[in-house]
């Protein structure tokens, strides 16, 4: 785990993978892929022969061994109460403890991302189940928005911000990850090659306190000299300093003109989106959640290896809770944190040095990353 994170930091973090969710084209009824994503389920009694093109023109799928299957991914389809569901649980049961006569793979790791809530009670004993909304016998999800896709954080954050800003914002995202990264000492890190996308932790809390500044500050004098700060405000309470309004023509305060991003309004969102509790898995994550310099408690080693590393061969992370406005970016990002991992680990024993078996059901994605 340790090794992995340090040659995906090593690497910089522009490495990416992406899960997208396909829709139908609503003009003529096909699916309508994108790059490295899946189909939904069409019934095939909507009558627009959706079932035949995701098939491959064929009246039924032709049946096919796990083994045949590794590279490609496995797709459950049928009506709703067709019994997908339990399908794809009992066929986890049998791969990972075995059924009948048949043993199981002991040595099966199977991540599950379950975004209706299903399959934690279903799975019982053989799985561990992370929650955003604790239930008896179960761990807190935790998905720490430092190690996601900066852009796709940034947006959700944000929103529409002009791109002068957003270059901007980057480079203090950059500084920040810098700073940490010598405070830090972490291994396989260059720091001639990291990027504002290097998963290193940094603080939400101190970016915002640092943007805010420069929106609202006043000076005394049109030169800039003396600061007309009124209180100093707080980054851990997200409490802005407070300065007078400027004042009209040449009378004082005068407003502030330097380091100016004209982002009032997003780093409002962003400070609404970090009081908001909903996110806390994301924007709050516990251990892994950075102090105002930069430096959890927690590291990436520690979160796989809480999602990997347990006596269970099944990991169920159940998104049931998570807002549906974060929802595609949350799975594509773990994904991206699962790929990463497998990739700067595949030369190491317990690393993914063959592809894992992939699977689709139900609208629910199941990778499973080991062998």
Known sequence: MDQSAARWRGFGGDLRTRDQPVSGDQRSGAPRRRGGSRPHLWDRRNGSGDHRKIVGGREH???????????????????????????????????????GDHSGFSNARVLLMDIHGEYGRALGEVAKVFRVNLLENEERLYVPYWALNLDDLLTFLLGKTEEKALTGIQDRILRAKTA???????????????????????????????????????????????????????????????????????????????????????L????????????????????????????????????????????????????????????????????NIIYEALFWSREMPEGGRAPPARGYGGGTSLPGPGR
């Open 61 to 99: 799928p032709r049946p096919c061994r796990f083994g045949q299957a590794r590279d490609a991914p496995l797709r459950g389809i049928g009506s709703t109460g067709a019994g997908k569901s339990t399908t794809v649980t009992s066929l986890l049961r049998s791969l990972s403890v075995g059924q």
């Open 180 to 266: 940490v990264s010598a405070q830090m000492n972490y291994p396989g890190v260059d720091p001639n090659s990291l990027t504002a996308d290097s998963p290193l932790p940094f603080s939400l809390k101190s970016l915002w306190f640092d943007l805010i500044g420069p929106e609202i500050k006043t000076w005394m004098e049109n030169t800039q000299q003396n600061s007309a700060q009124t209180a100093p405000g707080d980054a851990e309470t997200l409490t802005a300093p407070t300065y007078p309004l400027p004042g009209q023509g040449n009378t004082p305060p005068f407003a502030n003109k330097s380091n100016v991003l004209s982002i009032r309004r997003q």
């Open 268 to 335: 409002e969102q962003l400070r609404s989106r970090l009081l908001d509790r909903q996110y806390d898995f994301m924007l709050h994550p516990g251990p892994w959640e950075p102090s105002l310099n930069g430096a959890p408690q927690n590291d990436l080693p520690q979160l796989l290896e809480s999602w990997l590393g347990h006596d269970r061969p099944i990991t169920v992370l159940d998104l049931s809770g998570v807002p549906s406005s974060i929802l595609m970016r949350l799975i594509g990002g773990i994904l």
